[in-house]
């Protein structure tokens, strides 16, 4: 069991980091991660390793994003530490898509898996983030 | 006021039954309740006792779940202790649907009232969960 | 950086007001703000200072309301601590409307700025509230 403080630790972490992601400042995002850090999007099997690849790949994902403001809604966060002082959090995540009338969408639901260590500076940073979208199980 | 790392645990331990019930693990959902534990379905006058009640009654809800991925949102949880050591829990609750295609619909948004119980094993239990469906005023 | 003992006061803070913007309590969510507390809609350029105007104006915005339930959801919580004691909290938000059938729509999200200080009795009060909707930037 973690510390209450750490929990809002992590929280705190999330609420900066998707600041960053939902107004597209593509530089500062990557650099809430790891030099090698990685995202892995599990259910189109693409990964992006590495700053400089995460960030030409959000650079080639603009468009998606043009006339709309992505919101990154988290819940139900796992927080667990590892005996190397890493921390695995699982979270759930909503995407709502705004519109410049308002209207809100939203994209499909994920489930997401970090891997968050700890800087020289002390700051926490994402090593790895694994994202799966939620899919209806076969019948 | 309840501690910070008593809040946090029950977030926690949301975070885990919440994983359970969205996942169809509906047997260790239940076992998430104390043995005599009950959920009422206040809007449709509905109440299981007991987790073998419980269990019967998921079993058969099943079909409406067939083709989607449930996952059950929570906010603005209130925590408080009774003399007895246990908590009465009060949240919102906003269910989303993504079927196969990625499509996202919503439940009706809820309100929750739990009452936990601290287990001899030192964990958290569920003795009664009553809900709520937000419903306008008449007017 | 908060303690989590302080940012668990603030999530319980919202939990309680929220709850009684959301069944239209108006003078009791009133006085969760200071005496001269204001509340600022940026994107519709309306500003009500004190507990008087407020209560005015979401007399007036009743009818917005009839035949469904509002529920705010926030996320992200950012909590600052200044030298003065008061706090300054950032977050998002999401507002869904429920109506009679249960059909759930929401309104355009927004980001929110609150400044909220500890009063004689302890208790927290919202000085000021900052509502910015989000909106696409330029392209």
Redesign the interface.
Known sequence: ?????L???V??Y???Q??LLDS?KIEEYAATFTADGEIVHAHRDERAQGRETMIAGMYAALPRY????V?H???????EQGGDGSLTVNY?T?V?R???E???V????FTVTDILVRGDDGQLYTKSRYIE?????E?
């Open positions: 069991m973690i510390t209450a403080d929990y809002v630790e929280q705190t999330y609420a900066n998707m600041r597209l043009k006339g709309v403001v919101r809604w988290f819940d139900h966060l796992l927080v759930y909503l709502s705004t519109d410049a308002g209207k809100v939203f994209e499909p639901t979208r939620d899919t209806p199980a019948s």
